[in-house]
């Protein structure tokens, strides 16, 4: 069983950059692969980013080059540094553990969310 807990959103103007954690506890966090996914209102919920235990990575086209996830197994925690911030990735962030894919349905973990609005 792993448990998911968020934090690090916030309000930031267009431009400005956010970093979320996601602390994870259970000890077979290192074995998961950590994936970030946002939902917006009105809108479904959808893939941003994904990090495998062997830290290699993959990124949704709308943040390919702005954002970086990362991990740190030693503190069971997973990053998402997201630069260049625009209103449109205005969001609830949920970080998950699961599988190394970008379907939703592949994670069996997942945070209660952190919201991130950013002012045009």
């Known amino acids: 069983q792993v448990q998911l807990v968020e934090s690090g959103g916030g309000l930031v103007q267009a431009g400005g950059s956010l970093r979320l954690s996601c602390a994870a506890s259970?000890?077979?966090?290192?074995?998961?692969?950590m994936g970030w996914f946002r939902q917006a209102p009105g809108k479904e919920r959808e893939f941003v980013a994904v990090?495998?235990?062997?830290?290699?990575?993959y990124y949704a086209d709308s943040v390919k080059g702005r954002f970086t996830i990362s991990r740190d197994n030693a503190k069971n925690t997973v990053y998402l540094q997201m630069n260049s911030l625009k209103p449109e990735d205005t969001a609830v962030y949920y970080c998950?553990?699961?599988?190394?894919?970008?379907?939703?349905?592949?994670?069996?973990?997942w945070g209660q969310g952190t919201q991130v609005t950013v002012s045009s």
């Open positions: 998950a553990g699961g599988r190394f894919f970008t379907k939703s349905n592949a994670y069996d973990y």
């Open positions: 259970g000890r077979t966090f290192s074995s998961y692969a």
């Open positions: 990090i495998s235990w062997t830290t290699s990575t």
